[in-house]
């Protein structure tokens, strides 16, 4: 099914389950479950979230498959989780596990209608760099994820963040310092509690620092509308599909995919 034709769908799906009274006694509304972006809100004590995101891009032919796990350590104040990509990329035929991250984060902010997290990680280098999926050295990750509710149906998320790879290589072997920024924020409209329509905007600069003292920067932004909705279960369990379409706009204009989101979160006992 086409991606035109199958998001329709979902939001049709959502509506007709969102609509029917909750499994659950009391109704667990979506949160922390963006898609391209990262929401502000550790997870409740005693709880445990498996993320498993899939998108794939027309114009390049690659796609990305991750699988997430975020732990409260042991209370929402503080929050470690780790990170593993699948990534296949259609130039040069390479695919497999990529550099897998260790991450921490820490409640600073949740009061009110805001929340702030602020997130180290360390990037291992599990990837294969002559395949162009790693590269070979451990690099480090900050970012600072904002999220405000402006309303009662309205949520927005802010994104700003930095990645630091020393002497990272190349699939050629070639070794370089390299520098990237991300930035985003995103629109969450909340028709009900378990359904909510999505708008995304998210993009990275890379600056690489080369032997020759020349540097080349590489940037990419996307728009990312999609749709989300939750399923409530009497054991605590909440699972959350979605579906988005990347859009590429400015550097990355002419490329688009699809992206599918699936969420199992449920107390640890």
């Known amino acids: 099914m086409k991606l035109s034709k199958a998001l329709p769908c979902l939001i049709l799906a959502g509506l007709l389950l969102a ?19 990262e929401e502000a809100y550790n997870q409740e004590d005693g709880v445990i979230q498996h993320i498993q995101v899939f998108q794939y891009m027309k114009k390049s ?11 409260p350590v042991p209370k929402q104040a503080n929050q470690l989780s780790y990170v593993i990509p699948v990534n296949h990329l ?4 390479g695919t497999g596990i990529g550099d897998v991250l260790l991450n921490y984060r820490y409640q600073a902010i949740m009061q009110d209608r805001i929340a702030l997290a602020p997130r180290f990680s360390l990037i291992l280098p599990t990837g294969d760099y002559k395949k162009g999926l790693g590269t070979d050295t451990v690099g480090y990750q ?21 990645t630091y790879t020393p002497r990272a290589k190349d ?9 990237s920024f991300n930035y985003g924020a ?22 690489t620092s080369r032997v020759n003292g020349m540097k080349t920067t590489e940037s990419t932004f996307f728009i990312n509308p ?14 959350v599909p979605g579906l988005s379409v990347p859009i590429g706009v400015g550097p990355s204009e002419g490329e688009y995919g699809g992206l599918l989101y699936l969420s199992f979160e449920h107390p640890l006992f």
């Open 19 to 37: 609509s029917k009274p909750g499994f659950a006694e009391e109704v667990k509304k979506i949160q922390d479950n963006s898609f391209l972006l």
């Open 61 to 71: 032919k690659d796609w990305l498959y991750s699988f997430t796990q975020e732990w």
């Open 90 to 93: 259609h130039e040069g035929d």
């Open 142 to 162: 900050v970012n600072m994820p904002l999220s405000v509710e402006l309303s009662d149906k309205l949520v927005t998320h802010w994104n700003m963040g930095a």
């Open 171 to 179: 699939a050629a072997g070639d070794k370089a310092n390299v520098r």
């Open 186 to 207: 995103s629109l969450i409209y909340l028709m009900n509690e378990n359904f909510n329509l999505m708008l995304e905007t998210a993009g990275t600069s890379t600056e």
């Open 226 to 239: 999609g749709v989300r909705f939750a399923i409530n279960c009497k054991s605590g369990l909440q699972i």
